[in-house]
């Protein structure tokens, strides 16, 4: 008889829920002092990325609707991080960039996202920290069909 528990309860989803839960919790903890939440650090990384990107082409890239965009901006800009210029090429767009200030705060976040997912991540070894982020990189590549798409309809 095992000790563990049974197969019917080795379930990944639960567990993934969890620590990204206390990732969440954890990673806002340590944007809020540098005046960030995690929306905001994901387009400062896109905008990183991309070296100038139309504000059209950053709400495709965020999946997110262009009015979001253009509050999500509003507030980079008033703190300095981005800025929005008319495009040489299509003076009907916007391209947005990062400032210096914008590139220093991200570098900024990052590192304390670094010490939250070290906190997170705690028990395990370096190499075991690698090895999770190989296995979920290739989980989120791609994804087995559900039960219900497995199953051959009945005749």
Do not use: F
């Not at 379930?11 to 903890?29: D, I, N, V």
């Not at 800009?77 to 003076?91: F, H, K, Q, T, Y």
């Not at 976040?109 to 920290?129: F, K, M, N, Q, Y």
Request: proline share 6%; hydrophobic share 40%; charged share 25%.
């Amino acid at each position: 008889m095992s000790a563990g528990p049974a197969e019917s309860e080795r379930r990944s989803g639960p567990l993934l829920q969890h620590l990204a839960r206390r990732m969440l919790l954890r990673s806002e903890s340590a944007l809020t002092p540098l005046g960030l939440r995690p929306r905001h650090l994901v387009a400062l990384t896109v905008l990183r990325d991309s070296d100038g990107i139309s504000q059209q082409g950053l709400a495709g890239t965020l999946q997110i609707d262009g009015t979001n965009v253009v509050g999500l901006l509003n507030d980079l800009e008033a703190a300095g991080l981005v800025e929005r210029r008319r495009s040489p090429a299509d003076r009907r767009r916007h391209v947005v960039s990062l400032t210096a200030a914008g590139t220093k705060r991200l570098g900024q976040a990052e590192c304390a996202l670094a010490d939250a997912e070290a906190d997170v991540l705690g028990a395990l070894s370096p190499d075991e920290r690698d090895q999770l982020y190989d296995l979920l990189r290739r989980a989120s590549q791609g994804c087995a069909p559900s039960c219900a798409e497995a199953v051959p309809p009945p005749c």
